[in-house]
């Protein structure tokens, strides 16, 4: 029935719901390994989790279930209903894991020398967590769900929405609990956005080249023969001299580029090659399509 109402596999569901687990496991053992022990803060409603935690010493996985239920009753009738119940996964399961994983906050101590350490790892593991969430289509709730809805309301982009939100949770906890905890807050969560950004556009990087010849047969078949890469000719026109020109687009690993150029060298030295990054490639002979 869940499935059906979901619009997806049996085996895509498990995966999906698996994953978001796994990456709310990662956050909640972020936060309390590395988070807690220096009274670091983060983003969203896990921010005011921890204040309450450090102000009245309220449990952090509970007042985030607490403060989540309203929201998700909001977010199941003004938003899309699989972001709705993929996060309920996430805030439910990110909850619980910090409940579970609580002893780890008494494993590190506190020291002003290791403070930095501890934003930096807690920024990496959280923006691995947070990544393998959004990558399958869920959230953790929270602000999340807000800047969902004022967007859909306003017109307001989502990640501005968040930014200023978890401005003012951060600049309302460091009133509390002190400017170099703001500061080391901003660090961390710099690092998570970066990390959470680094797995949603996936850690392998791929080549994309345009090549510009007069031999694009000769050139095609080499690349093809020699590297096992498919080509796409595009068929172009030169702006200011009308000429009509080959391009040739393909996708290469890294290591395949310094064998490329030198193809492109020996056979059209006159040729234009030009080489960017490619965030993510998806299809044969790379990463499947999901």
């Known amino acids: ?28 053992v972020a936060l309390n390994l590395f988070l807690i022990p220096i009274n670091l803060l983060s983003g969203g409603v896990s921010g005011i989790s921890l204040i309450l935690l450090y ?40 909850s619980l894991t910090i409940m579970l994983t609580s002893p780890l906050s008494k494993i590190l101590t506190s020291s002003p020398t290791n403070r930095l350490l501890y934003a930096i790892y807690g ?50 906890g460091s009133s509390f609990l002190g400017i170099e905890t703001g500061l080391y807050t901003l660090i961390m969560m710099y690092i998570t956005g970066a990390f959470t950004d680094r797995v949603l556009r996936g850690f392998s990087k791929q080549k994309m080249l345009i090549i510009v010849t007069r031999k694009q047969q000769d050139m095609a078949s080499a690349i093809m023969n020699k590297l096992h890469r498919g080509i796409t000719i595009l068929y172009g026109e030169g702006a200011y001299t009308k000429e009509k ?46």
Do not use: W
């Open 1 to 28: 029935m869940v499935m059906g109402f979901l619009n997806m596999s049996k085996r895509d569901f498990a995966k999906k719901t698996f994953l978001i687990i796994f990456g709310s496991l990662l956050n909640a």
């Open 55 to 94: 102000l009245f010493k309220i449990p952090a996985g509970l007042s985030l279930l607490l403060l989540n239920i309203p929201l998700l009753i909001i977010a199941f009738f003004k938003t899309d209903k699989k972001f709705t119940f993929f996060t309920i996964v996430g805030t439910v399961s990110l």
């Open 123 to 172: 920024g990496v593991l959280s923006g691995l967590g947070v990544g393998i969430i959004f990558s399958n289509h869920g959230s953790t709730g929270g602000i999340d769900i807000i800047s969902m809805i004022i967007k859909k309301k306003f017109d307001v982009d989502v990640g501005f929405a968040s930014f200023i939100f978890n401005l003012i949770i951060v600049s309302v």
């Open 245 to 290: 020109i080959n391009i040739l687009y393909c996708i290469v690993s890294p290591r395949q580029v310094p064998r490329i150029k030198q193809l492109v060298g020996e056979i059209d030295e006159n040729a234009f090659i030009s080489i960017t990054d490619t965030a993510e490639v998806q299809g044969q002979g790379f990463n499947k399509i999901f």
